[in-house]
């Protein structure tokens, strides 16, 4: 490619990025360039110049662009081994160190339609069981791909994109719908699915289990160096990497330890563990003095923490004044029934958290509650505590707490973004370091040769994997161009049995001519009347066809009708003609003349409808 070239496709990755926000300078050029030189091939466009002004005039071409480059190749269970040893190595031991009750995260990064996300549900399910299940896993899939991500919320699968899911699993975790099979609606709330930038967006944090699989492959190694860092400060300790078949962790030994090379499973080395915390006890009186009511109500009203209590027949029985202020409640407001106010669904949902802390008896913890106030400048975050409260073994109301950890979050926010500049900085002195190690280069210089072959291999091994899947996504393409052209031909046999049916009903026999009156269409009455098959008939003149039929007498009139003289085919309207039939028998017609036209009105032939009469 000249300097041209290049700077030709540089100007139009800027433009996709400052258009359109889709940053594709971390991927493979090459691969780029592949996936953009076949868009210009459909267009019969010369070079990338013409296409980026083809973009700047034809926005709709922006969505055609990015289906190309956004190569969505899943599947379930994909790589089936791989998925096997995920469970025995990975998810049996990860389940056993977690304690009963515990959270578990997993993070789908790159998961196109959500056929991985599922996948990872349905064999977790599987593990823990429906109930712990939707009580204690929440699994994240994201992507760039908004159309792919549509799919994956709505969890709808055609019965051909199932084929790889064990039978007995299908009949577990889908349900028929009319379009195909749903993945099950009670389960499907534990998957969130959104977009982010792998390349630009925060990761997702304390993630047990992260799926990036065919993902890194797409991108340069630059990039591809970025993307781990991300990955490592997203797993939790431990945590666990399951990547593609054709994707490896050459560099990053200090970070990952292989679980299970050749499936491509990897375990986060824990990082130095900081200074040891104090342990500050609670204190305590030795003797318990008794609270006056009064007291305990002030206690109550002037907390740091908005607080609600909820009667068990499920009224407002008490607010403090921190939540007074919070969810603008008022005096006038205790004794109201709790799910007419506002607080009961804003800044989240209570009701149904409400009713499951009744029935289990148990308190739940709601953590990170995002809440956008009207007229705040910022968002507010908190943890909501739900605690049913007890009187000798009997529920008598629930207790909720709000406790707003808006500055902790923006600490550890800013801890992160810390964390990251000391990461960045201990590599520039790691950077310099290794200049001052100059003449230990000529002892490594064979070990870096060795390292640089394996990761051209690395690299082709990736760049045949992505060529690969492209050609699986141009398969699926050609099979549903496949599905749709075997739909026009059932509607086109439809329509072919509809016109049968109407000349079959217009008369005893039928006959359609061209211009020049040569048979195009031969009704099965004709072939009745006269013994002669529409094959034989078709394309020929009416007037070469042996039939029984006085064409001497019809023929002016044919002709007559075709230079659109009205009044002889009016002439015709009811006439009888003698005929003789295919048995020899003279048989009397009541002939019919009409003109055949085109959708514009414009003549392309005649119709003769022909009647036998009764001769009694």
Not at 104 to 110: E, H, P
Not at 427 to 440: A, G, K, P, R, V
Not at 548 to 562: E, F, I, S, V
Request: glycine letters at 6%; a negative charge.
């Amino acid at each position: 490619m000249t300097s041209e070239e290049e700077r030709e496709f540089d100007e139009l990755l800027i433009l996709l990025k400052e258009t359109r926000g889709f940053d594709f300078t971390g991927y493979k050029r090459t691969t780029l360039m592949r996936r953009i030189n076949r868009r210009l091939e459909a267009l019969k466009l010369n070079d990338f110049s013409e296409y980026r002004d083809l973009l700047e005039v034809e926005p709709e071409e922006y969505g055609r662009l990015f289906d190309s480059l956004l190569i969505n190749v899943t599947g379930f269970f994909r790589d089936p081994a791989a998925w096997q040893t995920l469970r025995e190595d990975v998810i049996a031991p990860l389940l056993g160190a977690r304690t009963a009750g515990q959270a578990i995260r997993v993070w789908s990064a790159g998961c196109a339609s959500g056929e991985e996300a599922y996948t990872v549900a349905m064999v977790l399910a599987s593990e823990l069981g429906m109930d712990a299940f939707r009580d204690r896993v929440k699994i994240y899939g994201t992507d760039l791909d908004d159309k792919a991500l549509q799919v994956a919320r709505a969890g709808v699968y055609a019965e051909r994109q199932l084929t790889t899911v064990p039978p007995a699993l299908r009949e577990t975790f889908f349900e028929p719908v009319e379009s195909g099979y749903a993945f099950r609606r009670d389960l499907r709330r534990q998957l969130i699915f959104g977009r982010n930038d792998l390349t630009r967006d925060a990761p997702i944090s304390r993630v047990d289990l992260l799926l990036a699989r065919n993902t890194l492959m797409y991108f340069n190694t630059e990039t591809q160096l970025s993307i781990v860092r991300r990955f490592h400060f997203a797993l939790a300790d431990p945590g666990y990497l399951f990547l593609g078949k054709a994707e490896m962790l050459l560099n990053h030994g200090d970070k990952f330890e292989p679980v299970d090379l050749r499936m491509r499973l990897f375990r986060k080395i824990k990082t130095a563990a900081p200074g040891n915390r104090p342990s500050w006890p609670l204190g305590g009186a030795s003797e318990r003095s008794p609270y006056l009511p009064a007291l305990a109500a002030m206690a109550l009203a002037a907390g740091p923490v908005a607080q609600i209590v909820i009667s068990r027949e499920g009224s407002l029985a008490l607010v403090n004044t921190r939540a007074e202020a919070l969810f603008n409640l008022r005096p006038r407001d205790v004794g109201r029934p709790f799910q007419d106010l506002e607080v009961s669904y804003r800044p989240i949902e209570l009701r149904s958290v409400i009713e499951q802390a009744r029935q289990t008896m148990r308190p739940i913890e709601l953590q990170d509650v995002v809440w956008h106030r009207v007229g705040a400048a910022e968002s507010s975050v908190f943890d909501v505590s739900v605690v049913p409260l007890l009187s000798g073994g009997d529920l008598v109301g629930v207790g909720i707490h709000f406790s707003d950890v808006t500055r902790y979050r923006k600490l550890r926010d800013e801890f992160e973004q810390a964390n990251r500049e000391l990461e960045q900085a201990y590599e520039e002195l790691q950077s310099l370091n290794e200049e001052l190690e100059t003449t230990n280069e000529e002892l490594q210089s064979t070990n870096e040769e060795l390292e640089t072959t394996n990761e051209e291999l690395q690299s082709t091994n990736e760049e045949l994997e992505t060529m690969n899947e492209e050609l699986q996504s141009t398969n699926d393409e050609l099979q549903h161009i496949n599905d749709a052209l075997t739909n026009r031909s059932i509607e086109l046999d439809q329509a072919n049995q509809f016109v049968s049916a109407v000349v079959r009903s217009l008369g005893d026999a039928v006959i359609v001519l061209d211009d020049d009156l040569i048979v195009i269409v031969w009704s099965p009455g004709a072939e009745e009347l006269w013994g002669l098959r529409s094959d034989e008939a078709a394309g020929k003149p009416l007037a070469s066809l042996d039939i029984g039929l006085p064409l001497d007498a019809l023929t002016p009139h044919l002709r007559a009708a075709m230079t659109r003289d009205a009044r002889a085919v009016n002439r015709m309207d009811g006439v009888v003609m003698d005929a003789v039939n295919r048995r020899g028998r003279t048989t009397p017609l009541a002939v019919k003349i009409s003109h055949l036209r085109r959708a514009d009105h414009s003549r392309r032939g005649l119709i003769l409808v022909m009647t036998v009469l009764d001769q009694s």
